[in-house]
């Protein structure tokens, strides 16, 4: 088990999906023939698959991830949709080599960069590039945030969030919001052209209470924020949670 919950993950799927930049994720699409392999790191239960399987028909998916049971219900979205899908469990703080071979066509991963330190995003950018593939990393946090209506310990509470999201989730100290730029830099380090772009959610109560609440709960948990701003955020009204997505094809 990774710690991270396939109930959240499926909470907050819809939002993922509104918010992936899809000139970026046509493009990513595009850059794989029938027959190529994707391999996707950190893939949880499936969300990239889900996302850019469809688009990438008779794609071969190699999803790898450290938490078995998620894998298991990717594999089980993939076999729902006829995707070619092979799992492997593999701690990519560890051995993240091993995985991009044989090399693959495209490298793929959704929320998943902002877990690592700046030396495991330069790792998994030179394996990439030696494999000669492409990378299509989407919905990285970027820590921008608002909330309707603000609260006065939004901008405590925000500090102290932006400092959990670095700490170590087994990767060394994590980059958090500042893991996307460092991707885009490590890559282009490699020689690779790199596109960018906004990929925020962008949540309104009712539609989204749920979600919401699990938000205001979580970054209640991670910084000790009193029940006051707890309670008003739960209550929120609107709440963009900024993200970047990347997609950067070998020079
Ligand atoms: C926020 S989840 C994102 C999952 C999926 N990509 C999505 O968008 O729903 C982060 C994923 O990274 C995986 N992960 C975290 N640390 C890992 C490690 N050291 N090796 C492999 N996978 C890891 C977790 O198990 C989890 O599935």
């Given at each position: 088990m990774s710690g991270f919950d396939p109930d959240w993950l499926a909470l907050r799927a819809p939002a993922d999906d509104a918010a992936r930049d899809a000139g970026l994720l046509a493009q990513a699409a595009a850059w794989v023939r029938p027959g190529e392999t994707i391999l996707d790191l950190g893939a949880g239960t499936g969300a990239t698959l889900g996302a850019l399987g469809p688009l990438a028909p008779r794609a071969r998916w190699r999803l790898a991830d450290n938490d078995a049971a998620l894998l298991a219900l990717a594999a089980a979205r993939g076999a729902a949709i006829g995707a070619l899908v092979e799992t492997v469990v593999v701690d990519l703080a560890a051995a993240?080599?091993?995985?991009f071979t044989p090399a693959p066509r495209l490298v793929t991963a959704s929320a998943?960069?902002?877990?690592?330190?700046g030396a495991a995003i330069v790792r998994l950018a030179e394996a990439a590039a030696r494999a000669g593939a492409a990378v299509y990393a989407a919905l990285t946090y970027d820590g921008v945030e608002r909330w309707e209506p603000p609260h006065p310990e939004d901008a405590a509470v925000r500090a102290a969030f932006l400092a959990d999201m670095r700490r170590d989730k087994g990767f060394g100290a994590a980059l958090g919001a500042d893991a996307a730029p460092a991707l885009a830099s490590a890559l282009a380090e490699q020689g690779y052209r790199v596109a960018t772009a906004p990929s925020p959610w962008r949540l309104e109560a009712p539609r989204d209470a749920a979600l919401i609440a699990a938000l205001a709960v979580g970054q209640a948990e991670a910084t000790g924020a009193g029940a006051g701003w707890l309670a008003a955020r739960r209550a929120a009204r609107r709440v963009v949670v900024g993200h970047v997505d990347v997609f950067a094809t070998p020079g």
């Open positions: 993240p080599e091993a995985v998943f960069f902002d877990l690592l330190s």
